[in-house]
T-cell receptor, first 115, second 114 residues
């Protein structure tokens, strides 16, 4: 089955620890995205990557880091510098086409709780 | 910067009603608009995508329209069912920013009771 997987589904960490969220896709998509969702809020873009070994900051990149060493994988690290890391994190992918639609497909999400 | 607004924030209706969910955006220079469904604690499921050159898209009991010039989209749900209960999110792909990035509204939380 083609799709996007995120692991783990639930993650608990102590304040001050870095934590890495996994995102893997087998859709052969070039572009991948990380969003953060807080209760009652729309999704906000953290980082995005259009090709391997290249990524750009989104609207709320402070306290986060990413890597894109393989087309299929786009892990997100939440560092201790992120002031309010508790949230629901969603990964997405798409085939970017200039001037055409770029439908995004989402993974099931990871709920991170930091205490 | 693109801003997306969804009205109402919450909606509770009896089964069988026809519903209209509204979405507005501030910058009409978009590639497309997507409607998503999100169940509690789950990821997003794409319902409909309307390209900027299209006026509407239909899938089963769902119909989405787009009026790009006025910055508005509506999602019409016919003959609502309890299984339609979820949060519905609207998102636009903006021509003014990186290809493919989406701007999201806060969603409409829909409850359909039997």
């Amino acid at each position: 089955d083609g799709g996007i997987t995120q692991s783990p589904k639930y993650l608990f960490r102590k304040e001050g620890q870095n934590v890495t969220l996994s995102c893997e896709q087998n859709l052969n998509h070039d572009a991948m995205y990380w969003y953060r969702q807080d209760p009652g809020q729309g999704l906000r873009l953290i980082y995005y990557s259009q090709i391997v070994n290249d990524f750009q900051k989104g609207d709320i990149a402070e306290g986060y880091s990413v890597s894109r060493e393989k087309k299929e994988s786009f892990p997100l690290t939440v560092t201790s510098a992120q002031k309010n890391p508790t949230a629901f994190y969603l990964c997405a992918s798409s085939i970017p086409r200039l001037g055409a639609f770029a439908e995004q497909y989402f993974g099931p999400g990871t709920r991170l709780t930091v205490t | 910067k693109q801003e997306v607004t969804q009205i109402p924030a919450a909606l509770s209706v009896p089964e069988g009603e026809n519903l209209v969910l509204n979405c507005s955006f501030t910058d009409s220079a978009i590639y497309n608009l997507q409607w998503f469904r999100q169940d509690p604690g789950k990821g997003l499921t794409s319902l409909l995508l309307i390209q900027s050159s299209q006026r509407e898209q239909t899938s089963g009991r769902l119909n989405a329209s787009l009026d790009k010039s006025s910055g508005r989209s509506t999602l019409y749900i016919a003959a609502s069912q309890p299984g339609d209960s979820a949060t519905y999110l609207c998102a636009v792909s903006d021509r003014g920013s990186t290809l493919g990035r989406l701007y999201f509204g806060r969603g409409t939380q829909l409850t359909v009771w039997p």
